[in-house]
């Protein structure tokens, strides 16, 4: 038995967090068409040796490119914003569903079994933990934020609230021992 086990419940239900999730989202979006631009230049620059015999790769245009992409990537990663979501107590979600009933006649708000437009305004400031952003900061990250990344931001919230938590589990890390055991053969 581990050690964990064999402590108190109480013990253990004072140590309890609760359920919390990460998210990056990219603050520099214009970015993407830059990176698009370069991957259409790449690919060009590609297919122009294929139809002089040359080997592929070996234009220094597209090396060149490559590395601009690369250090494209660089900048894009340096703003991505990382968003720490923790869900709320469940007296204070239930309360906040409660307060948002599905709206009659709307088929997303009955499926759901809530009105999400009016539920995560309310929800997602209370579950963003990371960085601390004040209203200020809020509105403008609202007014920064494509409808894409905003949906992935509502399901984040949704999701923590509403899943469970389990011992996760990893397919990337089984793709690498499964590639490190093949390795050492």
Same mark, same amino acid.
């Given at each position: 038995?581990?050690?964990? +086990?064999?402590?108190? @419940?109480?013990?253990?239900?004072?140590? $309890?967090?609760?359920?919390?999730?990460?998210?990056? !989202?990219?603050?520099?979006?214009?970015?993407?068409?830059?990176? &698009? &631009?370069?991957?259409?230049?790449?690919?060009?620059?590609?297919?122009?040796?294929?139809?002089?015999?040359?080997?592929?790769?070996?234009? /220094?245009?597209?090396?060149?490119? @490559?590395?601009?992409?690369?250090?494209?990537?660089?900048?894009? $990663?340096?703003?991505?914003?990382?968003?720490?979501?923790?869900?709320?107590?469940?007296?204070?979600? !239930?309360?906040? !569903? +409660?307060?948002? /009933? /599905?709206?009659?006649? =709307?088929?997303?708000?009955?499926?759901?079994?809530?009105?999400?437009?009016?539920?995560?305004?309310?929800?997602?400031?209370?579950? @963003?933990?990371? /960085?601390?952003?004040?209203?200020?900061?809020?509105?403008?990250? =609202? *007014?920064?934020? #494509? #409808?894409? &990344?905003?949906?992935?931001?509502?399901?984040?919230?949704?999701? @923590?609230?509403? #899943?469970?938590? *389990?011992?996760?589990?990893?397919?990337?890390?089984?793709?690498?021992?499964?590639? =490190?055991?093949? &390795? #050492?053969?």
């Amino acid at each position: 038995m581990s050690a964990k +086990r064999s402590q108190s @419940v109480k013990d253990r239900l004072k140590a $309890a967090k609760l359920p919390e999730r990460s998210l990056q !989202v990219c603050l520099r979006g214009d970015l993407q068409a830059e990176f &698009d &631009d370069l991957e259409r230049q790449l690919r060009e620059a590609r297919e122009a040796p294929a139809a002089t015999g040359k080997r592929i790769g070996s234009k /220094p245009d597209a090396l060149a490119i @490559v590395e601009q992409q690369a250090a494209l990537r660089e900048q894009m $990663a340096d703003e991505m914003l990382d968003l720490r979501i923790r869900a709320l107590p469940r007296s204070e979600w !239930v309360a906040l !569903v +409660r307060g948002n /009933p /599905p709206r009659q006649g =709307n088929e997303g708000d009955e499926a759901m079994g809530v009105n999400l437009e009016g539920l995560m305004p309310a929800a997602i400031p209370r579950c @963003v933990v990371e /960085p601390e952003l004040d209203d200020e900061d809020w509105q403008n990250l =609202n *007014d920064h934020l #494509s #409808s894409g &990344d905003y949906d992935r931001l509502m399901t984040t919230v949704w999701d @923590v609230n509403r #899943s469970g938590v *389990d011992v996760p589990k990893s397919r990337l890390a089984s793709l690498v021992m499964a590639e =490190n055991a093949a &390795d #050492s053969r």
